[in-house]
């Protein structure tokens, strides 16, 4: 066997596990296992964190959803931190103060992460479910999250993020695609034994289990519900706590946002070591192949095109790399024909493929480079 040839048959493995081995594989062993844990009614003490900087165009809309939530309104805790905002936002949720929002306003934009170290601590809730700004949530999410923790095993309940757009955006068929197939996932893991990692938008967590997290963590929400796993806690994900956003923008959005998501992956692979070791992990073969793989596929996609390059002499090849020429130019004609890609899987689906692997090479520049902040900036207005 040739360098050439042995160089392509490893990254074909590599990737077709990556993307297709590891979920099919996972859903087969979360349909042999099924869920094993108790779910039942419970209304103890919640309290919702939103962390929040210059929202003033959403933060009243934010609230007003958060208090027509179905839950015991004796029993929430409704709190908005705002991270140094230089707006209304703060101004403007003190109005609900009458409703029993409470409001930290924090002087300087120190980063989400500063902010949950903070406050989490100090939450009156025994279970603290924590949110972004810009979603939706809807009206039985919070029991759809909660009722998980009649379980005394379980530690964190994620719950599941839908998105909807302008259907001229971008791309924005396979950024669809993207997202239904990642929960996918994430259920098949949720009933092994747990997800590695929640979703921003909206999880819950056992307050006691809370650890500190460093100041400059870009994935808070990977890495708390892992410290919570390595602490011998489950992690589940939760359809039925449905948060959802609606996207009046393009892929590009999804790109901009990707890159600090996977930045953030580098940053816990390189801290958080015990992640890669299986007598620490329970959840080390997830990680590995969910999470780690991932970051490692552009380089498998260029060794693959480059070394079928060098295998031109047989005809298969020939044929192979025509199908990777082809792939990359239909991502190409999609971001030339974004009204076109919007209506077609044909050609978003490369579109948002290429784009996310493309995202992972400039987000292990910055994060090498040191070029990418614990602070964000608006994306969706």
């Known amino acids: ?33 099924g869920p094993r844990h108790s779910k039942a009614r419970i209304s103890p003490r919640v309290s919702i964190l939103v962390i929040a900087r210059n929202e003033s165009q959403r933060i009243c809309e934010r609230i007003e959803n958060l208090l027509a939530l179905d839950y015991d309104r004796d029993k929430l805790e409704i709190v908005i931190a705002s991270d140094g905002s230089s707006d209304q936002t ?7 103060s009458h409703a029993g929002v409470k409001v930290i306003e924090f002087e300087h934009n120190r980063g989400k992460p500063a902010v949950l170290d903070d406050v989490v601590p100090h939450l009156s809730g025994s279970i603290v479910v924590l949110m972004d700004s810009r979603q939706h949530i809807a009206r039985q999410a ?28 971008e791309g924005l068929e396979g950024v669809g695609f993207y997202w239904r197939y990642e929960k996918a996932i994430r259920a098949s893991e949720s009933c092994v034994d747990s997800t590695v990692g929640a979703t921003g938008a909206l ?48 892929a590009n959005m999804e ?15 390189c801290r958080q070591r015990w992640l890669l070791n299986p007598r620490v992990n329970r959840l080390w073969f997830q990680t590995v192949s969910h999470k780690l793989l991932r970051l490692l596929c552009p380089v498998f996609l260029l060794l693959a095109l480059l070394s079928n390059a060098l295998l031109l002499d047989n005809a298969f090849f020939l044929v192979v790399i025509f199908l990777q020429l082809l792939f990359y130019a239909m991502a190409i004609a999609a971001s030339f024909l974004p009204e076109k890609a919007s209506r077609t899987a044909l050609l978003s689906i490369p579109y948002t493929f290429c784009l996310l692997n493309w995202s992972t090479a400039v987000a292990a520049y910055r994060f090498f480079r040191g070029r990418q902040g614990v602070t964000w900036e608006q994306v969706n207005k």
């Open 1 to 33: 066997m040739t360098i050439q040839l042995f160089v392509f048959l490893l990254a074909v493995l590599v990737l077709g596990y990556t993307y297709v081995g590891y979920p099919v594989l996972i859903a087969m062993m979360a349909r042999r296992r």
């Open 90 to 96: 703060a101004t403007l949720a003190k109005g609900y």
């Open 142 to 169: 919070l029991h759809a999250l909660v009722d998980n923790f009649a379980d005394p095993q379980v530690g964190a309940v994620s719950g599941e993020l839908l998105l909807s757009w302008d259907a001229s955006g």
């Open 203 to 250: 999880y819950a967590i056992r307050r006691e289990l809370f650890e500190p997290i460093p100041k400059d963590t870009l994935l808070d929400d990977v890495l708390i519900p892992m410290q919570i796993v390595r602490r011998g806690y489950k992690v589940l994900f939760e359809p039925a706590a449905l948060a959802s956003e609606s996207l009046a923008a393009n």
């Open 255 to 269: 790109y901009r946002r990707k890159i600090r998501t996977i930045a953030g992956n580098f940053q816990m692979f």
